[in-house]
């Protein structure tokens, strides 16, 4: 049966999959208690390190760094004007637009704050993720105890507080869990729905075809791919992928004239440039502070990918190897983890791996309960550390 | 044929129409685009040139404060106090010059970005699009003159591209702790007129217009 699932033949759902009021419970139980201590673990450190910090009331916590941009296109839409941030000139056109037009959306239909609206739907996002994540785990044949504790450790991962901010990576985790666990139960169209709107979360959701085109070729192997017109709905997800990043380039032609305006505008205003790979990530590693950590988290998450391999999840490990890939090779590498917190079937085989030994785990946990603190106070300091 | 391969063939066709249009739409997009910060940054200079045209000999200088500053167009990074990097290999300036021409001397006070990787670095300098001239500089250099002729000089206009050959960040290189990516530094620019003999005007007479 696993074979089955892992090679993504279509699943019926069996028992173990089916969510029942209990387990929902508990995952709800999850995810209030850690935004919970994630908030007041920020409110003290704000509180006590910075008092007169911007970052006062819920939605002062939960809207730092990228918010205000996505805010400002949920606000005025996509503007060509630039705006001065430290030694660069920077616009919103980075900013991908599936969160701002929800926002603008919701706050449209609700008459209320889009700034609330925006922290609603983010929450909203990161819970429906963490149940998805939890069926995922249960798909691959992992108990129940290996689930949850995947969805808490998603939970207290460092800069995990990033999921119930206004930032997108509520909804791409969302989506990416969907795109997966849809395209491994062989819901092909459901999975290339998500895709799509996983493109249009993050420019780098479009690299869920590397995920899709590895599943067609484990699926029907290299004749199977050269071949599509004997199971079409195998490509459904490669094929649709890419048209949440194509109605946006679309968009940015008619508006500015250049499709590849969110590219025009990293270059610009955020000092993003594209190198190889290990040119990039040696050059990280020389320089002391935040790009070396920053390596680090990433050249250790991928070493955790390789436990996919273990597990037989070819294609989640090409899509995890992809994104890493795609990141490090630019020149603007800022964040320490919030890159890699999405990438959550890393996540769920560590928890398979850590569950069955209590004394790595307690380590484990400690640790990453730890690391989330010192994220926390360096975003109570306003440190770029925490970015 | 039966229905679920006709389905099947229908699904096909549909997914191979929309594989085909969205590589359509990319090599269209990637052939019509144009960098619309770039091109945003060049009008803007442009249309502050038209509006602010140089009477020769004229002097600017570049640099935060500086009024000058709006005659830059795309690839510069924010000012510093004694000038203004480029951020790419190629930047732009766009002058309008007032008065009949006879053709014009532009002295650059500019200098490279220099590394061990590129000690060799040059700077190309073209003036409407046409090169006018390759400048081997080494480190820190002023007063270069790069005379334009007078048919270069399309009714006062002139649109500047500054090229170099390297252009990196001297964070990257282990140079210095800048992270930007530099290309030239930009300090002043003299704009001359080229007098029947070849000669400018005298630099005195710069001097003492300012």
């Known amino acids: 049966m696993k074979a089955a699932i892992l090679a993504g033949e279509t699943a019926s759902m069996r028992p173990s999959q089916q969510l029942s009021a209990r387990i929902f419970l508990s995952i709800c139980a999850i995810f209030v208690a850690s935004r919970t201590l994630l908030l007041v673990s920020l409110k003290v450190a704000v509180a006590y390190l910075s008092p007169k910090s911007h970052l006062q009331g819920v939605a002062g916590l939960l809207c730092h760094w990228d918010c205000i941009w996505y805010l400002s296109v949920a606000d005025?839409?996509?503007?060509?004007?630039?705006?001065?941030?430290?030694?660069?000139?920077?616009?919103?056109?980075?900013?991908?637009?599936?969160?701002p037009v929800v926002m603008r959306l919701l706050g449209y239909l609700f008459h209320g704050n889009i700034l609330y609206v925006g922290l609603a739907f983010t929450n909203a996002c990161f819970l429906a993720a963490l149940v998805y994540v939890y069926r995922y785990a249960r798909l691959l044949n992992f108990d129940h105890r290996v689930a949850l504790l995947s969805v808490a450790l998603i939970c207290l991962l460092p800069?995990?507080?990033?999921?119930?901010?206004?930032?997108?990576?509520?909804?791409?985790?969302?989506?990416?869990?969907?795109?997966i666990y849809h395209a491994r139960r062989g819901d092909y169209l459901v999975s290339g729905i998500a895709a799509a709107l996983l493109s249009a979360t993050?420019?780098?959701?479009?690299?869920?075809?590397?995920?899709a085109l590895v599943m067609v070729i484990r699926q029907g192997g290299f004749r199977g791919l050269l071949a599509p017109w004997r199971t079409p709905e195998r490509f459904v997800p490669l094929v649709f992928a890419p048209l949440g990043m194509f109605v946006f380039w679309a968009?940015?032609?008619?508006?500015?004239?250049?499709?590849?305006?969110?590219?025009?505008?990293?270059?610009?205003?955020?000092?993003?440039?594209?190198?190889?790979?290990?040119?990039?990530?040696?050059?990280?590693?020389?320089?002391?502070?935040?790009?070396?950590?920053?390596?680090?988290?990433?050249?250790?998450?991928?070493?955790?990918?390789?436990?996919?391999?273990?597990?037989?999840?070819?294609?989640e490990f090409a899509f995890c190897c992809a994104t890493i890939a795609l990141i490090l090779s630019g020149s603007g590498v800022v964040s320490i983890f919030r890159y890699w917190i999405v990438l959550f079937p890393i996540w769920?085989?560590?928890?398979?791996?850590?569950?069955?030994?209590?004394?790595?785990?307690?380590?484990?946990?400690?640790?990453?309960?730890?690391?989330?603190?010192?994220?926390?106070?360096?975003?109570?300091l306003r440190s770029p550390l925490s970015l | 044929m039966t229905s679920t391969a006709s389905i099947r063939w229908a699904l096909f066709a549909c997914l191979l129409i929309l594989g085909c249009g969205q590589v359509a739409a990319y090599v269209f997009f990637r052939t019509q685009s144009v960098d619309f910060i770039a091109r945003n940054h060049d009008a803007t200079a442009e249309e502050y040139s038209h509006f602010h045209r140089l009477t020769l000999p004229a002097r600017l200088r570049f640099g935060s404060g500086k009024s000058d500053m709006q005659y830059l167009g795309d690839g510069w990074h924010l000012p510093e106090s004694d000038g203004v990097w480029s951020s790419g290999r190629d930047a732009s300036v766009e002058l309008d010059l007032q008065g009949p021409m006879t053709g014009v001397v532009l002295r650059l006070g500019v200098s490279l970005y220099g590394s061990p990787k590129s000690p060799n670095n040059r700077l190309r300098l073209s003036v409407n699009g046409k090169t006018v001239a390759w400048l081997p500089i080494a480190g820190q250099e002023s007063g270069i003159d790069v005379p334009i002729p007078h048919d270069l000089i399309n009714r006062g206009t002139l649109h500047l591209q500054l090229h170099v050959d390297h252009c990196e960040s001297p964070l990257r290189e282990r140079t210095g702790s800048d992270p930007r990516r530099l290309g030239v530094m930009l300090e002043w620019i003299d704009i001359l007129r080229l007098d029947g003999n070849g000669a400018t005007d005298a630099v005195s007479s710069l001097e003492k217009a300012k």
């Open chain 1, 348 to 380: 769920v085989v560590v928890a398979r791996m850590l569950s069955p030994r209590p004394v790595p785990l307690v380590v484990a946990i400690i640790s990453t309960v730890v690391l989330a603190g010192v994220f926390l106070c360096a975003l109570a």
């Open chain 1, 76 to 99: 005025i839409g996509y503007t060509q004007k630039e705006i001065v941030q430290g030694a660069f000139a920077q616009t919103n056109f980075c900013f991908s637009p599936l969160l």
């Open chain 1, 202 to 211: 993050r420019s780098n959701g479009v690299l869920f075809i590397v995920f």
């Open chain 1, 159 to 179: 800069q995990s507080i990033a999921f119930s901010a206004l930032l997108s990576e509520g909804p791409f985790l969302l989506l990416l869990a969907m795109a």
């Open chain 1, 251 to 315: 968009y940015c032609f008619a508006v500015t004239g250049d499709a590849f305006a969110q590219v025009s505008a990293e270059e610009h205003g955020w000092n993003w440039h594209f190198y190889p790979v290990w040119e990039n990530v040696a050059a990280m590693l020389r320089v002391d502070g935040q790009p070396r950590y920053a390596a680090i988290a990433a050249l250790s998450t991928l070493a955790c990918s390789f436990v996919l391999l273990r597990e037989g999840l070819y294609e």
